[in-house]
């Protein structure tokens, strides 16, 4: 019985990790249509390292760009019954990205509250350390899609 449990919670976990990775893209995607997420990817990158972007790119053509990347990523991450290879290759992109993510957690300084720094983390911060089990997810996407 116990190994039938464990069985079954497994199944439910790989389903869950590589469908729900999918959906949490798509869905994170399409709000990034709206200005508020617009602000908040400004307020991000303008204090780290890709704020040469901003320059050649406003926020929200910038936003409108990552929308419509992360929306492709998470519907070819749900391909993998049909595509195969086209599954590897989003779960690839979604660990890229989410590797940009977390990075931010060591160059940027809106990622902590300010006047208390380190461990506390602002509303920003917080959505970015998310990107820690996402990445986790999307890993285990590429590995199961070879």
Not at 95 to 124: H, N, Q
């Amino acid at each position: 019985m116990k190994n039938f449990i464990s069985i079954q919670l497994k199944a439910v976990g790989i389903f869950l990790l590589r469908y729900g990775l999918g959906l949490v893209l798509i869905w994170l995607g399409y709000l990034k249509f709206k200005n508020a997420e617009a602000e908040y990817t400004h307020q991000l990158i303008s204090g780290g390292y890709l704020s040469v972007v901003l320059q050649y790119l406003t926020p929200y053509v910038l936003n409108h760009i990552v929308a419509y990347f992360q929306m492709l990523v998470g519907l070819s991450i749900l391909m993998k019954p049909i595509f195969r290879t086209l599954s590897f290759w989003g779960g690839l992109m979604a660990a890229i990205m989410f590797l940009f993510s977390i990075s931010f957690l060591l160059t940027s300084s809106v990622v902590w509250e300010t006047g208390y720094g380190f461990p506390e983390l602002s509303k920003v911060g917080q959505t970015i350390l998310k990107d820690v089990v996402l990445f986790g997810a999307a890993a285990w996407c590429v590995g199961d899609s070879m």
